[in-house]
């Protein structure tokens, strides 16, 4: 549980310290205080977990030298502290200009407290409301959960009921969809001015069945509907198993993705995708996206309506898709591509699309290759939303056949001095030398790509044909050049002789 650090500000509790919020204003509203923390130790970010608020007499820290009362900031914005509270009393002076600044880039609210405040009673009064916050938030959720077991005993495992007992004493809109985005029931008025919904997934001995949210309005206490769907959820998925087994179809189905993710084969796989409908023999392509752990049904839902004949198989923090394919053909992978991406679209979440699976038999490399793109392309920061293995096919040929010192080596001779010469200034140079090769050493389109004027482009292609040893063109340099950025891009590590 936690507090509104915006709702701890007006409460009064340190006003004798007469707060003034110097820096990161505007992180001051959505900011959630977990605990209060006081301390003079400055390497206390590693001892830190994120959400507190902490206190500081601020004697050791403004004895530090500008760089490292910097240093200190960013690690404590690393570790997610909400806030941090500086006493300037009795120094004669205010914060130094270079920590408010590091503050507000780093997106932490720095108060200055300009008179004395005890901090053990600030800690006391502000960590009592929290305890007392999460106490009421449990006894909340015993009195749910007892609700829905007399329910369960003079009801049955009807999963309307149950839910009609959840909406009414949380004040929430309800719905259970079952793992392929299908409605199973609901319960509750949809409130007019929602929050994000809530939701988490119904399992049984470790296995999703169906995925429940709960959806508030403006005025609901997020952070108790959470503590209390933590505590029903497991209650509301054993009335469901025994209220709606899942068909035989689907369990196949289910059983069939989680053989593949696993790499197994044999008859059994013939098996499985004979009773899931799915032609052993037909091409496919294997994809994942990564979601939250509450699950986004929006996503599967969306996914299965671009393409209809697509197994979508909820698994943690994933999303396990396969797509049978008309034809092993460059169109045919391009459509499933593209339809994944529009499902993605506009969601904040992440995927890749593996190569091409002949049959249902090399299905497991494809979806690994799709995993191991994932991880490549978030290296890369590159824009899709889904990468495609194939845009990462030397990166991942590399991994697998190349060793740690081989990669290092070929990129240190071709790419050393750029490298490290983006690293100690924080520029884009490889990243322009990799668009410029990648659009066959277009200048106007790579221009476009990178958001630059061709002057602009020019002036960096230059400049990285200095370092290089100049202009790549009609020397035999380009294919090297190409690996080497492409292995940059997959995370390559150089030494730094700087």
């Not at 045919?332 to 993605?344: F, G, I, Y």
Request: charged share 20%; glycine share 10%.
């Amino acid at each position: 549980m936690s507090l509104l650090l915006s709702e701890i500000l007006a409460s009064g509790v340190l006003a004798a310290g007469a707060p003034q919020v110097v820096a990161g204003e505007r992180a001051v509203d959505a900011a959630r205080v977990r605990w209060v923390h006081s301390s003079e130790v400055l390497e206390i970010a590693p001892l830190l977990s994120g959400g507190e608020l902490l206190l500081t007499g601020g004697v050791a820290l403004l004895a530090l030298k500008a760089a490292a009362q910097v240093e200190y900031v960013w690690s404590l914005a690393a570790r997610g502290v909400a806030a941090l509270a500086v006493e300037t009393a009795g120094s004669g002076r205010h914060l130094p200009a270079e920590l408010v600044a590091a503050a507000e880039e780093a997106g932490l609210p720095l108060l200055e407290l300009r008179q004395v405040v005890p901090f053990v009673e600030v800690a006391e009064e502000v960590n009592r409301r929290i305890v007392s916050a999460q106490v009421a938030a449990l006894r909340v959720a015993d009195q749910l959960s007892q609700a829905l077991t007399e329910r369960i005993a003079t009801s049955g495992a009807s999963l309307e009921p149950l839910l009609a007992v959840i909406a009414e004493t949380l004040g929430v809109h309800v719905r259970v969809l079952d793992t392929r985005g299908g409605l199973l029931g609901e319960a509750g008025q949809s409130p007019d001015d929602p929050l994000e919904p809530l939701g988490a997934e119904l399992s049984v001995s470790g296995i999703g069945v169906a995925h429940i949210e709960l959806l508030g309005g403006a005025g609901a206490d997020v952070e108790t509907l959470e503590t209390v769907l933590a505590r029903v959820r497991s209650i509301v998925a054993l009335a469901l198993v025994r209220h709606s087994r899942p068909s035989l179809t689907r369990l196949a189905e289910d059983e069939l993705v989680r053989l593949i993710g696993a790499g197994g084969g044999g008859e059994r796989l013939i098996e499985l995708s004979q009773a899931s409908g799915i032609d052993p023999e037909r091409p496919m392509v294997m994809a994942v996206v990564r979601r939250p752990a509450d699950g986004h049904v929006d996503t599967e839902q969306r996914t299965r309506r671009a393409l209809p004949s697509t197994l979508v198989v909820a698994r943690g923090d994933w999303l396990e898709i396969l797509t049978p394919l008309r034809a092993a053909t460059q169109a045919e992978r391009a459509r499933a591509l593209t339809a994944l991406r529009s499902a993605v679209a506009g969601t904040g979440l992440t995927g890749a699309l593996g190569p091409t699976a002949p049959t249902v038999r090399q299905a497991s490399f494809s979806l690994a290759e799709a995993r191991t793109t994932w991880r490549l392309g978030r290296s890369a920061r590159g824009a899709d939303a889904v990468h495609d293995a194939t845009d990462f096919l030397v990166e991942r040929m590399a991994e697998r056949s190349l060793s740690r010192g081989v990669v290092d080596a070929l990129v240190e001779e071709a790419l050393g001095e750029l490298v490290r010469l983006d690293q100690r200034s924080g520029g884009e140079l490889v990243r322009t030398l990799d668009v410029w090769i990648s659009t066959g050493c277009n200048a106007t389109e790579a221009a476009q790509i990178l958001f630059l004027e061709r002057q602009s482009l020019h002036k960096r292609l230059r400049r990285i044909f200095l370092v290089i040893g100049g202009d790549p063109r009609g020397r035999g340099q380009l294919a090297g050049l190409a690996l080497a950025v492409r292995l940059v891009r997959g995370g390559a590590q150089l030494r730094d002789d700087s």
